[in-house]
């Protein structure tokens, strides 16, 4: 048997990853010790890509069995392999992580998708675009232009670091959200960031954020995961604000 | 040995407990099957009624061990009495449920309390109130009459429940934060209700809040403990707003 999971992967036109379900999904793996084949791909042929199996990613194949939605897989693979670090702790872990989660989503990822969705397209791949700005267009942003979007977001971005403080206070008291290692609430919560710096063309986070230090380290597990050539660095918002103000 | 289990509580005038963290420790006590010897009490004398063990409350005896501080109380149960239902999961739970419970206290307590303290001093007993005022005003109030904090609640008590959708989105999706049954992060959040019910001479959430459902069964555990007679309705928000407009 391989040691060796297939991922359908949704990226950039860099080749860095951009779904967090994908990313989460990535942690998630190697979390349980596999190796990763990447089917590369983007926001389009999706359906083509894994033979009408499913019109969203992430999808995995192990062994043969394909499973879809990056929830789904996590409890797929602590389900499968026991005997693997398991991913979760229990049934009261799995409702807490999705609060934390739908937390990061309304406090994060909703006020930088419009300041970043004008890079999120111009990163796609070519061929993407036209389908990345369409439906965003349409779905998200209620008709407006990505570029109108994203006029004022050197005003905006710096309202979002303050709000995730009660992130910030609950890293102060312990390593990881697993405890003493993580696990994946960490992964649920760091896919948040890595999405963000997928497309991050300016920095989100103020260059002395506290979260630095769990970010960082998420980063570096499994040997630099996190490190992708195409991510952008998500410290430095409060440098270019000072450059823009002189 | 016995099945019962010491608490030193914080009542107001009517018997009702106002502490959310002796709250949680009596749901504790009652998941892990102890009965309860109350030694009754209010804000003050706590030093004296402990033997100058603690000056603050929760502190149990437990076959002779006086602990304090309702989450080292919990972990004690749970460390004791590894036998009996656990509180905790494991440590990863542990980390989520601080996540939770600060949410619920800058979302709900935060505007709450500037509502409420007026409330919550005139319930406290006659003996208790002179340092009720003093210390409220002068460490959470920046020296403000708790009269003059509350003079404009009507028309902030609205703006509360609306900031409780996420945590109304989470109980969609299961019975109890615990998953199939209530733990301690399911005791730590009713903790926040218990303690708004304690003290709100009008109601903090509309009729038809969803919360409701996990409310009323959180309060139907254990006999009924969180229905004591002191404890008011936390549900008519929408109709006093509608009496006062008529």
Sequence with gaps: MSNSVTLYDLQLASGCTISPFVWATKYALKHKGFDIDIIPGGFTGIVERTNGFSDRVPVIVDDGHWVKDSWAIAEYLDGKYPDRP???????????????????????????????????????????????????ERLFLGGRRLEDVVADRDER????????????????????????????ADYRALAVFLWVGSVATTPPLPDDDPLKDWLDRCFDLYGGLGRHPGMHTLFGLQEVAEKAAA
């Design 86 to 136: 398991m991913l979760f702790e229990g049934d009261s872990m799995k409702v807490l992580t999705r609060f934390i989660d739908s937390w990061l989503w309304a406090t994060a990822i909703r006020p930088w998708f419009t300041c970043y969705i004008l890079d999120y397209h111009n990163l796609s791949h070519a061929h993407d675009q036209p389908y990345v700005r369409e439906s965003r």
């Design 157 to 184: 971005l710096p309202l979002v670091p303050p709000q995730l403080q009660l992130f910030r206070d609950l890293l102060k008291d312990t390593p990881w959200l697993g405890g003493d290692h993580p696990n994946y």
